[in-house]
């Protein structure tokens, strides 16, 4: 499995951005996706995840702010980021896991497979 993050980048408070996430290799089996983030100097924390009956979880932190979807057809998954605050600076990473039973918000021990992540600054 591999999973590519992009759309990354520089943005100024209030700004958005979307973050895509290319999915490939043995994914048919991966029912639960997600994002995550990490800081500098702080742990990794769940943004925003998929459930495999299609629910979602965030983080109390972004809610009404950021939106996940994901395109089954393009095996790829997004995180769209509206009204970003300064705080949202993070490395974010995309992950996948199979089968149900993570905890909500998402905590990354509970997922198994990770992307190389993608910078974003405001």
């Known amino acids: 499995v591999q999973l590519v993050e992009s759309g990354g980048g520089s943005v100024q408070a209030g700004g958005s951005l979307r973050l895509s996430c290319a999915a490939s290799?043995?994914?048919?089996?991966?029912?639960?996706l997600g994002w995550f983030r990490q800081a500098p100097g702080k742990e990794r924390e769940g943004v925003a995840a998929?459930?495999?009956?299609?629910?979602?979880s965030y983080a109390d932190s972004v809610k009404g702010r950021f939106t996940i979807s994901k395109d089954n057809a393009k095996n790829t998954l997004y995180l769209q980021m509206n009204s970003l605050k300064p705080e949202d600076t993070a490395m974010y990473y995309c992950?996948?896991?199979?089968?149900?039973?993570?905890?909500?918000?998402?905590?990354?021990?509970?997922?198994?497979?990770w992307g190389q992540g993608t910078q974003v600054t405001v």
């Open positions: 992950a996948a896991r199979y089968g149900v039973g993570w905890r909500r918000p998402p905590v990354a021990d509970d997922w198994g497979y």
């Open positions: 290799g043995n994914t048919y089996r991966l029912n639960c």
């Open positions: 998929f459930d495999a009956d299609g629910s979602t």
